[in-house]
């Protein structure tokens, strides 16, 4: 295999902090790192911002309580999307959401105090907001590998429209979802769950509309509806997430390629199912399939802490926390044999330290989002996109403050980022 190619590069930039992924958690990453006086550039694969919660159409926002859904413990960069996705008559507030209703495509457990909200109009949000913080975007570009020098990331190669570009940065902030930066980086990392490599299974989202609200609340409060959808902010729309795609690798584009094939035939099955059996569907119409394939789970770092089950089930309060949250341990089955999503109960909320976003082996790399530092079971919950975005402003303000003081990212002081990140209604407690 050849290990070095001479390339041309075509064009060279200079940040202070490079975030690599612009969903949940690299939107917030790069909105607080710009707003801390940091020049932030933002490069994301796709055409939009917004990660899952776009390119994947996956939603609603998932719970922004405890556990039993009695006390808010998600504030922050969250109510700010919230707030803007409300000009546009986008999303319903989390505290008008009941479980067990249309929003929650009837679930009880953990779901009470969902977000649904509008996908396009999230993309356009996310976009003005990013703008306004004055972070440099690059959308249709793509990291793809770095070059380290004494345990530091100097140099970045993006493959942007134009070719390539080097990027030299002070900090990077991975929030790819798949550890990218931090697998080229000299990071440990591994895949799906830590004994047999096998991730959760992805899902292509779509979108019905048309469907007869009424018909449905009536037929689906029985729990024998045979698929999961989720009504959106507009009347007789709704989001479907059903089938499984299962052994995918996220991080593989021959394995993404064969299971998004796969996925496009299980979409046609179940608009099928709903459209010939299900009460309240007769009349509904496929609207659109989400262009990227879902695919919940993949590489997880080795950070300075991993999270365990036993944290979450304990709620272990960590003295370097910088988010909480509340959602159960939602492991989807990993194989047609398996059954079951919530096996381990969580307690009523738990915590995040900034420790599992910091990478070993590498002095200016932050990791935030859905491969930090915990157990494949244990991020089950915290997976989410509100507990991403949380990571994401507490990344931000940390690369700032290691640009700052020019520290380490481990260096930083946890106590004055916990002080900055309550300052920006951020909630830790
Ligand atoms: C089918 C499914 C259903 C789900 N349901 C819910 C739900 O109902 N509610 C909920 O809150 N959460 C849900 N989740 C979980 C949630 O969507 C994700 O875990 C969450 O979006 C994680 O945020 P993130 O920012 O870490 O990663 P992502 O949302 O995956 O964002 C990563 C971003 O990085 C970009 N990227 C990847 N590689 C590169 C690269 N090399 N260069 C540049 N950019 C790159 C991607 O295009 C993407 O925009 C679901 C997930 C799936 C798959």
């Not at 989390?94 to 977000?115: A, C, G, L, M, Q």
């Not at 969580?346 to 910091?358: D, F, G, N, Q």
């Amino acid at each position: 295999m050849m290990n070095s190619v001479t390339l041309q590069v075509r064009k060279e930039y200079i940040c202070d902090v490079l975030v690599c992924g612009g969903g949940p958690a690299g939107i917030a990453a790069s909105i607080y790192a710009a707003r801390n006086g940091m020049r932030v550039i933002l490069t994301e694969s796709q055409p939009s911002l917004g990660g899952m919660a776009t390119s994947g159409l996956v939603g609603p926002f998932m719970t922004v309580y405890d556990r039993d859904g009695n006390e808010r413990i998600v504030g922050g960069i969250f109510d700010e999307i919230v707030e803007r996705l409300e000009k546009y008559k986008a999303v319903i507030s989390p505290d008008e959401v009941e479980n067990s209703s249309v929003y929650t495509s009837f679930i009880e457990k953990y779901h009470r105090h969902v977000t649904p909200f509008d996908s396009f109009y999230l993309s356009i949000v996310l976009d003005e907001m990013v703008r306004e913080a004055g972070v440099e975007l690059l959308c249709y570009t793509q990291f793809a590998d770095c070059v380290n020098e004494n345990g530091k990331i100097k140099h970045v190669i993006l493959n942007a429209l134009e070719g390539l570009i080097c990027v030299t940065p002070k900090i990077v902030i991975d929030c790819t979802g798949i550890a990218a930066v931090a697998e080229k980086a000299g990071v440990p990392t591994y895949k799906g769950d830590e004994e047999n490599g096998v991730p959760q299974p992805g899902t292509l989202m779509f979108e019905v509309g048309g469907v007869d609200d009424e018909g449905y609340e009536k037929f689906a409060a029985r729990p024998e509806r045979p698929v999961k959808a989720y009504r959106t902010t507009v009347k007789g729309r709704y989001k479907v997430n059903h089938y499984h795609v299962y052994n995918t690798d996220a991080a593989d584009s021959k394995s993404m390629t064969d299971a998004h094939s796969r996925a496009r035939y299980q979409v046609l099955d179940a608009f099928a199912v709903l459209h010939d059996k299900t009460p309240g569907f007769e009349n509904a119409e496929l609207l659109q399939v989400a262009p990227v394939l879902g695919v919940r789970e993949s590489r997880h770092i080795e950070g300075e802490y991993k999270i365990t089950v036993k944290d979450v089930s304990e709620g272990t309060k960590f003295d370097d926390r910088i988010a909480v949250y509340g959602f159960g341990m939602d492991v989807h089955n990993r194989s047609e044999k398996e059954f079951g999503n919530f096996k381990i109960e969580i307690a009523e909320k738990y915590y995040i330290p900034y420790r599992s976003l910091v990478p070993k082996n590498c002095d200016n790399l932050l990791v935030a989002g859905k491969t930090l530092s915990c157990e494949s079971q244990a991020v089950g919950g915290m997976r989410c996109m509100p507990a991403a975005m949380s990571m994401g402003q507490a990344a931000g303000i940390a690369s700032a403050m290691a640009v700052s003081e020019d520290l380490r990212v481990r260096d930083i002081n946890v106590a004055s980022l916990q002080e900055k990140l309550k300052a920006t209604g951020a909630i830790i407690d």
